[in-house]
């Protein structure tokens, strides 16, 4: 079964910064897939924060553009978002995505494989 775990989520005053990582078993994060994070507060729809193709290339939303970075570890097997000089509106919940079927990779539709999500709360 495939399965994406995120962590790294917390509590954090504005201005701070926090590292979300998205581990994968029986699905390679390697270079054959585009991995993207999403983002949903309640009764709010979920929308693309990042996106990592599988050439290495990011894309970013207008909202989080020169704070947030997505990178990708071979190694571990992981996707991560650094998240740096955190604003109140970035509260939500956080999740990875992977296995991009169509474009656009904003659309949540378009992914296969999704995470439970991790909480970030910024005050």
């Known amino acids: 079964d495939v399965q994406l775990v995120e962590s790294g989520g917390g509590s954090v005053q504005a201005g701070e910064s926090l590292r979300l990582s998205c581990a994968g078993t029986?699905?390679?994060?390697?270079?054959?897939?585009?991995v993207g994070w999403f983002r949903q507060t309640p009764g709010q729809e979920r929308e693309g924060v990042a996106v990592i193709a599988g050439s290495g290339s990011p894309g970013y939303a207008d909202s989080v553009k020169g704070r947030f970075a997505i990178s990708r570890d071979s190694a571990k097997n992981t996707v991560d978002l650094q998240m740096n000089s955190l604003k109140p509106e970035d509260t939500a919940m956080y999740f990875c995505?992977?296995?991009?079927?169509?474009?656009?990779?904003?659309?949540?539709?378009?992914?296969?494989?999704w995470g439970q999500g991790t909480q970030v709360t910024v005050s």
């Open positions: 995505a992977a296995y991009l079927k169509q474009d656009p990779w904003y659309t949540p539709a378009n992914f296969r494989y």
């Open positions: 029986g699905i390679s994060l390697r270079s054959a897939f585009c």
